[in-house]
């Protein structure tokens, strides 16, 4: 399916329909399962420096059509163990890209390296788990925080490094224009919207942790809406992310200035297969509205008055993003 092959940032993909973190990337058996069930690449589980045991029951909230709250509280092997597991999603056919925490930009810059040697053709930072003391959002939110992480790990790899954004702030597009300048080759947004869900007889919250993320339906405007000011203010590639379950919903981020999607809350509801309905949904889309590839449409909504036609607003910012 040429029409929607994409690249973000010199690494081609044969489609831009990614597997999110935090779902099925425990091993890399299961990576690479999804990557034989048609996503164009899989993102790992975020990984630290260390094991960590994550957050007790419950971790999630399930909330009907609007999708649902987890706080798992960030589990996961440490990056020593889980360098096997990206080696055999390599082995499997995947392509790669590695999800990362750390407390510091030393931790994220080491656990970076380890993950470039293992075979991931790209790192995405996870700057945005919406609810962990000292870590994601906590560094994420502060654009000088951001920036140093960036800075570090830039400096001790050389495959591309994503900078997963959060939406729990006044002015993402300004995380993402730090983010650049620090030396960011692409933008991932978003993670979770903080969130909360109270059982009203128990008069407690539902969640462990109380503080949770929502992702599913309920979030693909604000997702829409992040993507769209990143995409006015940076040049860099951005990957949308955020309610994604049909081909016209990741044909709405690509409008709305992404280059690739990833999906997760859907998959739990649909299944593998899901890769395959958004690829052919999304070609279908641009196809009907006469785009010979992925990239004449990335952006095209950003013209006010009739998209896609050549209007000046679009042309400044398309010109913007050497189109
Ligand atoms: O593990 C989690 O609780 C978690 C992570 Br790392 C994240 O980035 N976003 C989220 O909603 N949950």
Redesign the pocket.
């Known amino acids: 399916m040429e029409r929607i092959s994409t690249e973000i940032a010199r690494v081609s993909f044969r489609n831009p329909v990614f597997l999110a ?2 779902i099925w990337g425990e091993s890399g058996l299961s990576l690479a399962r999804a990557y034989k069930d048609g996503a164009g690449a899989v993102i790992t ?2 990984i630290g420096p260390v094991p960590r045991e ?2 007790p029951n419950p ?1 999630v909230v399930e909330l009907g059509d609007w999708g649902l709250i ?7 092997p440490g990056i020593e163990s889980y360098k096997e597991e990206i080696a055999i999603a390599r082995k499997g056919g995947a392509a790669v890209i590695g ?1 990362l ?1 750390g407390a510091n930009p030393e931790e994220f810059a080491a656990i970076a390296k380890a993950m470039e040697e293992s075979g991931a053709v790209s790192l995405e930072l ?1 700057l ?5 003391k000292g ?2 959002s906590e560094i994420g939110q502060d654009p000088k925080a951001l920036s140093e992480v960036i800075s570090a790990v830039k400096k001790s790899v050389r495959i591309p490094v994503w900078a ?1 954004l959060t939406p729990n702030t006044h002015d993402v597009a300004a995380l993402a224009e730090a983010a650049a300048k620090a030396g960011a080759d692409a933008v991932a947004a978003i ?2 919207v903080r969130a909360m869900a109270i059982d009203s007889k128990a008069m407690r919250p539902i969640l462990a ?1 109380g503080l ?4 599913g339906p309920a979030v693909k405007p604000i997702g829409l809406a992040c993507v769209w000011q990143i995409y006015e203010r940076v040049k860099i590639p951005i990957v949308g992310i955020g309610g994604i379950a049909t081909g016209e919903d990741a044909f709405e981020y690509i409008l709305a200035g992404a280059s690739a999607v990833e999906v997760g809350t859907a998959l739990a509801q649909k299944g593998a297969g899901l890769f395959r309905e958004v690829c052919n949904g999304l070609d279908a889309q641009l196809k009907e509205h006469g785009f010979s590839n992925l990239k004449e449409a990335v952006g095209a909504a950003q013209c006010p008055l009739c998209p896609p036609c050549k209007g000046s607003r679009r042309k400044g910012i398309a010109s913007a993003h050497g189109a």
């Open positions: 973190s935090g589980k975020s994550g957050y971790t987890n706080a798992m509280g960030l589990p996961n999800s925490f996870n945005s788990c919406p609810h962990a870590l994601g997963k993670n979770t942790h949770g993320g929502m992702s």
